[in-house]
């Protein structure tokens, strides 16, 4: 086994930290958390949890297998290595929201056992296809009658703020949650919702007296009595349970609920084009296999499907469209498609960032993938975005060793579209200028035309 | 405030706090928490805002 080494996201807890290795993940618990550790672990509730698919699956193995790395662990436990990582500001609402269901039920059931959660990061849950997984199982410890809910706070800005932009502004989270890393706070939020949205008791509650309590306590320092406020367990109860009510409402204000409904309508080939793209994919992700396929311009998911269903282990899909992605993840969930459609701007990917720029991984360092789709997807740069020929396909090329590409016509209804209120300044932009810039870079190992309009499928192969 | 109120509310405090939470909870959060577990809760956000309390008052009474 490689050296493994310490994840970069893995520092802010005394209590242990998370190290990688080529395929395998590992987290130490220092005696400052030992105590925690083997009293949870008594009650059994990790093990149950993880037995239902809740929480990541953890092996206790010997410290040795870190070699120095643990020397000063208590206690060295393996989980189950994820593919691919994401982040809450890359998922879309439904994803979101179900992220925050699973960390109350967690919650929930955890108290059933005398355990409490320690915090309330979204970063603490990760996705296998379309189902959220709770990662942090240092996150466990001992629950003493009594103490308040440490993580509201946290569990506000990062999951639930997020989540009510969208359900009572109609705002997707995803562009401010990746700017404030730590989440939403609630003083702007409440500074961003229109009279009538306050209304509701639990928006009262959860955000205007939320924020109004903070600020009065920011004039005021109320001094150590602060430390004795007391919670009752059954309060506590009642509070992560209306949370898990109202949360398991929401909908995104702009007509989102849609979404399960139109489901069925984008469910089947509408095609011959679509039959025919479906059908190259399929051949690809036979041949080629791929362990992760990145689908560019993912849309709806259905010809991840074809590649799922033809050979590929995991799509990740990404689109820029919020409405697609969410139709996206609710098929993935419906069909049980190892699926995970995350926002993606491709001219603007998520950057790396966090602490030393390190610690949240930008789009370029979880690449390269086993296989790229990119459908319907060049001329959204080449030409909406104005972003030269060359450079989109150096970049798609760069993202896997083999994958299939889309050049649409210039004379297509689908370009034409895209210039029709605009000059005409894209005299590169060709099927000619594509092929060369595809074969400067890689060998096409097949082409296909998938439409009257000269649609063509390029499946391309790096050295 | 009455000094039975006092008394009152020091019955259901308990110093409590968490162990090695890394997480700072802010006093916002804390003192909603308190408004909603009830009663005990109440009465530490009336210490907290009383001598503003009594301040609004006295100046409207004293306006009067």
Redesign the interface.
């Known amino acids: 086994m490689g050296a493994a080494l310490r994840d970069a996201g893995s520092f802010?807890?005394?209590?242990g930290t998370v190290l990688v290795s080529a395929d395998r993940v590992f987290r130490t618990v220092m005696p400052?958390?030992a105590a925690?550790y083997e009293s949870t672990r008594r009650t059994g509730i990790v093990e149950d949890l993880a037995a239902h698919g809740l929480v990541v699956d953890e092996r206790p193995v010997g410290k040795e297998v870190l070699g120095a790395a643990g020397e000063r662990a208590s206690y060295v436990v393996e989980h189950p290595k994820l593919p691919f990582i994401s982040y809450p500001y890359e998922w879309c609402f439904h994803a979101l929201q179900d992220a925050a269901l699973l960390h109350l039920d967690v919650h929930l059931r955890c108290l059933e056992r005398g355990v409490t959660l320690?915090?309330a990061s979204a970063f603490n849950i990760q996705f296998r296809g379309a189902k959220p997984v709770f990662i942090d199982t240092l996150s466990f410890?001992p629950y003493?009658e009594?103490?308040?809910?440490?993580?509201?706070?946290?569990f506000?800005d990062q999951f639930l703020n997020p989540l009510l932009l969208r359900a009572l502004l109609g705002i997707p989270h995803n562009a401010w949650y990746r700017g404030s890393m730590d989440g939403i706070p609630?003083e702007h939020l409440a500074k961003a919702l229109p009279f009538r949205a306050k209304l509701s008791p639990n928006v009262l509650?959860?955000v205007v007296?939320?924020?109004?309590?903070?600020?009065?306590?920011?004039q005021?320092r109320?001094a150590g009595?602060?430390?004795?406020?007391?919670?009752?367990l059954a309060?506590f109860r009642?509070?992560l349970q209306g949370l898990r009510d109202w949360v398991g409402r929401l909908a995104p204000a702009d007509g989102g609920k849609t979404v399960w409904r139109d489901y069925a309508e984008v469910n089947s080939y509408s095609s011959d084009e679509a039959r025919s793209k479906a059908q190259f994919v399929r051949e690809f992700a036979a041949a080629t296999r791929p362990a992760q396929l990145w689908d560019l311009g993912c849309n709806t998911g259905e010809y991840s499907r074809a590649a799922l269903q033809a050979g590929a282990r995991l799509s990740i899909g990404f689109d820029f469209d919020i409405g697609a992605l969410e139709r996206a993840y609710v098929r993935a969930q419906a069909e049980g498609l190892n699926l995970l459609p995350l926002h993606l701007d491709a001219t603007n990917p998520s950057p790396s960032q966090g602490w030393a720029q390190h610690e949240r991984k930008g789009m370029r360092e979880r690449a390269p993938a086993d296989a790229v789709l990119a459908l319907a997807f060049v001329h959204h740069l080449a030409v909406a975005k104005n972003v030269p020929l060359d450079y989109v396909v150096d970049w798609l090329v760069g993202l896997a060793r083999t994958g299939v590409i889309e050049f649409v016509q210039k004379d297509d209804p689908m370009v034409r579209e895209l210039l029709r209120l605009r000059e005409d300044i894209f005299a590169d932009y060709s099927q000619e200028s594509f092929e060369r810039a595809l074969i400067a870079r890689a060998r096409i190992r097949r082409v296909a035309q998938v439409s009257a309009t000269g649609r063509k499928l390029y499946w391309f192969e790096r050295a | 405030m009455k000094p039975s109120y006092f008394i009152v509310a020091a019955c259901l405090l308990a110093a409590t706090g968490p162990a090695h939470a890394y997480l700072d909870p802010t006093t916002g959060s804390i003192l909603l928490q308190g408004l909603l577990a009830g009663i005990a809760g109440i009465v530490v956000v009336l210490r907290l805002y009383w001598a503003r309390l009594k301040a609004f008052f006295r100046n409207l009474l004293g306006k009067a």
Do not use: M, N, Y
């Open positions: 802010r807890d005394p209590g400052f958390a925690d320690s915090d410890r003493r009594g103490e308040i809910w440490t993580a509201h706070r946290q506000c609630v509650k959860h007296l939320h924020a109004l309590l903070e600020k009065g306590s920011r005021q109320p009595e602060i430390r004795q406020v007391r919670l009752p309060a009642a509070i």
